[in-house]
């Protein structure tokens, strides 16, 4: 029943800005911690941000700090990452992440590809 769909992936060219989302169902969103995650070719996922149940921002990734942002609409049950100022190295799948104690509930990803 927990669903995570991720949208808003792109090819963009260096410099330009995404905003991805991710539309949960099938649990208490308001409760959740939620995490956007990434996964460049050849590399291990890693956690790009957080944002805790309350709407605060947390554990940005160094590489994207100060480009992006993570927001959520609880009412939209919906969790957003804002990316701005897009570098190449940025080029990976995006996956939304719900956190709630022992519940963990991932997307299927949505494709990012930055590129002139």
């Known amino acids: 029943q927990v669903q995570l769909v991720e949208s808003g992936g792109a090819l963009v060219q260096p410099g330009g800005s995404l905003r991805l989302s991710c539309a949960a169902s099938?649990?208490?969103?308001?409760?959740?911690?939620m995490n956007w995650y990434r996964q460049a070719p050849g590399k291990e996922r890693e956690l790009v941000a957080s944002?805790?149940?309350?709407?605060?921002?947390?554990n940005y990734a160094d590489a994207v700090k100060g480009r992006f942002t993570i927001s959520r609409d609880n009412a939209k049950r919906t969790v957003y990452l804002q990316m701005n100022s897009l570098k190449p190295e940025d080029t990976a799948v995006y996956y939304c992440?719900?956190?709630?104690?022992?519940?963990?509930?991932w997307g299927q990803g949505t494709q990012v590809t930055v590129s002139s």
């Open positions: 992440n719900a956190r709630w104690y022992l519940s963990v509930s």
């Open positions: 099938g649990f208490t969103f308001s409760n959740y911690f």
């Open positions: 944002i805790t149940a309350a709407g605060d921002p947390t």
